[in-house]
């Protein structure tokens, strides 16, 4: 069983965990099955919009794909989550993500 299908049964498993949520987004991404990362970040998002981490990967993807103004979005919600659970890492990486974003726009 590869790590992939592992974590496509954790998460059919426990559909609530949100690591494993994560993991799986991530493994999609590293598959190189963008797409589908794309629209398990945004239920991420939507389900577990304080899990912090998930901001800037999710952000940086949507730049790959020429999404920006999403992108300067996702980070602003970000910071945002970072700014109240006094995250000040995740703070500062979504800050640099989003200024070097608004310089290259």
Not at 7 to 28: G, I, Q
Not at 51 to 64: A, D, Q
Not at 68 to 87: F, H, R, S
Request: charged share 25%.
């Amino acid at each position: 069983m590869t790590r992939l299908e592992q974590l496509e049964k954790m998460h059919v498993e426990d559909p609530n965990d949100v690591f494993v949520f994560y993991a799986l987004t991530k493994e999609y991404e590293y598959n190189g099955l963008e797409d589908l990362a794309l629209q398990y970040y945004q239920k991420l998002m939507d389900q577990h919009p304080d899990y912090v981490g998930l901001y800037y990967h999710f952000g940086k993807l949507l730049e790959k794909h020429g999404r920006q103004e999403e992108a300067l979005t996702v980070y602003n919600t970000g910071l945002d989550v970072a700014k109240q659970q006094n995250d000040t890492f995740a703070h500062g990486e979504l800050l640099n993500a989003r200024t070097n974003l608004e310089m290259d726009m």
